[in-house]
């Protein structure tokens, strides 16, 4: 794939993600009092998630796949201002890829391991349930907030703050862009704290909307300023000449 196409797969990776989070979002929001039932215990939760049907299901297998998105958005990025800061963006790349996978990790207990212990527990006697709900706790701390939220948190708003500062040395990009994604991430990171305080909460429940309007807002900055004008490639390729040459 070329330099250009990387980068317009790119952005519109993070569009059409940031678009279809906010569709699956809503969904579940209404029919699964998401994001609130994440901290419901194993009587509430399961039962609740076994009535979504096929269909909340589905919801589940897709929206653990959106998080798929960071690839090709990474391989943009990189592409996109590899010219002002390589090394930072080679990192920012790796982050990218380390939160589609954490995230992944982490909401694929849903549709899978959860399921499973939903369709049980109906059945289950007393001391079973106890037993499920002890697994269904210690998945959701592990997968659901060390795993999915915590680290792939963490590993996208790296991304984010790496790529906004090789934007602010861009002169291609407008410096309100990097400033607004150096913000986000932020913003991010004090909110993946959430866990931990109640402090930070009104800060992650922001988040939750800005988030997808960076997303929206950088992926349309990669198809604006990103992808290489007319004949800088030429100049590019000719710079590299040009140092082998010093260098001979």
Same mark, same amino acid.
């Given at each position: 794939m070329s330099r250009s196409a990387s980068i317009l797969v790119g952005g519109l990776a993070l569009i059409a993600g940031a678009l279809a &989070?906010?569709?699956? +979002?809503a969904y579940l929001a209404a029919t &699964?009092?998401?994001p609130d039932v994440l901290d419901g215990t194993a009587d509430r939760v399961l039962p609740a998630l076994v @009535?979504?049907? @096929? @269909?909340?299901r589905f919801a589940w297998s897709l929206y653990a796949l %959106? =998080? %798929?998105i960071w690839l090709p958005a990474g391989v943009g990025a990189f592409e996109a201002l590899r010219?002002?800061?390589e090394g930072g963006m080679r990192l920012a790349m790796l982050f990218a890829s380390l939160a589609a996978i954490s995230m992944m990790l982490g909401l694929f207990r849903w549709p899978s391991i959860h399921w499973e212990l939903a369709r049980a527990y109906g059945g289950?006697? =007393?001391?079973?349930?106890s037993m499920i709900a002890v697994i269904f706790d210690g998945l959701n701390r592990y997968l659901g907030n060390f795993i999915g939220e915590f680290l792939g948190e963490l590993s996208f708003n790296a991304f984010f703050l790496l790529s906004s500062a090789a934007m602010l040395r861009e002169p291609a990009f =407008?410096?309100?862009?990097?400033l607004w994604g150096l913000a986000t991430a932020v913003l991010g990171i004090a909110g993946m704290f959430r866990n931990v305080t109640d402090v930070v909460a009104p800060v992650a429940e922001a988040n939750n909307y800005l988030l997808p309007l960076w997303m929206?807002? +950088?992926g349309v900055a990669l198809l604006r300023y990103g992808r290489p004008r007319e004949g800088s490639g030429a100049q590019f390729g000719n710079s590299h000449r040009d140092n082998a040459n010093l260098r001979a």
């Open positions: &989070f906010l569709g699956v +979002f &699964f009092d998401y @009535a979504t049907g @096929a @269909a909340g %959106l =998080p %798929l010219n002002r800061a289950a006697s =007393p001391a079973e349930r =407008p410096r309100w862009i990097g929206i807002g +950088f």
